[in-house]
């Protein structure tokens, strides 16, 4: 595993619906699902297609282990590996869940009872053998979840609703802002999230001129992003939830396209890790 202190490793970085297969295969077609380690904490950002690997790779570790999981929302891409995390069958691991944003609507809990239960799971919630514990709060709290690390938070344009996360330890920050509609003039509350962070990671599904046929539907385009990080006057952007129909060669143009405009712009892939 990589030495630094803080790092970040992505796990799914497409949007929508996991998309493996030819074409896709350099940029990976897991749904979102973000790891952030501070020290020897574990906080995992939304439970994609990708958390089913990240599961297998920590139970290689072999280690009882405490994780944190938050959810940006419950739309079906953003949880459908959590079924098959293998950690949730596992009594070594405690595995705390959030959500800023399922409180009127029964809670965290509750959504993930609706995925894993008749007809559309055979397994329920009831069988997982970790220690569970839901948590819900409002997107705005600032979070506490473990000693020295700190959890800014924020409401994010989409339907249905959604919270962006920037985390903050031992004087680095990452901020996780995906599912977003970033409009003409930028909400400050996401500025203030994005502001000088180390890695800022947006949403950008689409680009300027696919945004017309997708108004309304809570995403962003790569121009988008880019604007938000010359505001933020974040270091380092990161470009994430694909479009499942944008191919490799079409994320490799968005790359060229996105560093030209904003040097150090990075595209997100399966598998990339990121040192802080």
């Not at 990589?2 to 350099?26: D, L, Q």
């Not at 994005?194 to 121009?223: F, K, M, R």
């Not at 380092?236 to 150090?264: N, Y």
């Amino acid at each position: 595993m990589p030495s630094p202190s803080m790092f970040v490793r992505f796990w799914g970085v497409r949007g929508s619906i996991p998309c493996p297969g030819p074409g896709k295969t350099r940029y990976g077609g897991h749904t979102s699902c973000v790891e952030v380690r501070c020290g020897d904490q574990i906080l995992i950002f939304d439970a994609g297609s990708g958390i089913r690997v990240l599961g297998n790779a920590l139970q290689a570790e072999n280690e009882a282990r405490d994780i944190d999981l938050f959810f940006s929302h419950c739309h079906i891409d953003h949880l459908i590996g959590l079924p098959f995390f293998t950690p949730l069958f596992d009594d070594k691991y405690r595995l705390r869940l959030f959500s800023g944003h399922m409180k009127a609507q029964g809670g965290i809990a509750t959504a993930i009872d609706k995925l894993m239960s008749f007809p559309l799971f055979p397994v329920g919630i009831d069988m997982a053998n970790a220690k569970l514990a839901f948590q819900d709060f409002d997107a705005g709290d600032i979070l506490s979840p473990r000693p020295g690390i700190a959890i800014r938070t924020a409401p994010l344009l989409h339907p249905g609703g959604a919270t962006g996360y920037r985390v903050e330890y031992q004087g680095r920050s990452v901020a996780y802002l995906t599912d977003l509609e970033i409009s003409a003039s930028i909400d400050p509350r996401i500025v203030a999230l994005a502001n000088n962070a180390d890695v800022l990671i947006v949403d950008a599904t689409y680009t300027d001129d696919e945004l017309p046929q997708h108004e309304g539907w809570g995403h962003s385009s790569w121009q988008q992003a880019v604007r938000l990080a010359k505001q933020a006057h974040a270091k380092t952007l990161c470009l994430f939830h694909h479009d499942p129909d944008h191919d490799d060669d079409f994320m490799d143009r968005v790359a060229a396209d996105a560093a030209a405009a904003l040097p150090g712009t990075i595209v997100a892939k399966d598998g990339l890790i990121i040192p802080l």
